[in-house]
């Protein structure tokens, strides 16, 4: 698994670099999920209850991580179709810290204003 991380991070694959995202984010929840798996299944002893929590916990933050991205990226693409979506878009995108705003910043050589995208997390 993690060879096919390397090499998905090498090529990058998709066009558009949120698939590529997303392709990496579900991988890393995949072998996340095996290797934790392994804890749970080698339970030998109760005395490292701690060890199965926090894999438990690791597994299940990983995952939710990995949902939240997919599910932000699947409603911004049909986002056109329902203007429901923009407000549920917007409330992710704020969970997600991906949220913008746009900025107008004046050029001094040509004395234009032009819209810059800002990353607004605060």
């Known amino acids: 698994m993690v060879a096919v991380i390397r090499l998905q991070q090498r090529l990058k694959p998709y066009k558009l670099e949120d698939n590529n995202w997303i392709e990496f984010v579900g991988l890393v929840a995949g072998t996340v999920t095996i290797y934790t798996g392994f804890v749970f299944t080698a339970r030998s002893d109760t005395s490292v209850q701690w060890l199965y929590n926090g894999a438990l916990v690791?597994?299940?933050?990983?995952?939710?991580?990995?949902?939240?991205?997919w599910t932000y990226l699947l409603l911004e693409s049909i986002e056109s179709q329902n203007k429901y979506f923009k407000m549920v878009i917007q409330i992710y995108a704020t969970i997600l810290c991906k949220s913008k705003m746009k900025n107008t910043v004046k050029d001094p050589q040509n004395n234009k204003k032009e819209a810059i995208d800002i990353v607004d997390c605060k």
């Not at 690791?58 to 991205?69: G, I, K, W």
């Open 58 to 69: 690791l597994t299940f933050a990983v995952n939710v991580y990995f949902m939240v991205n």
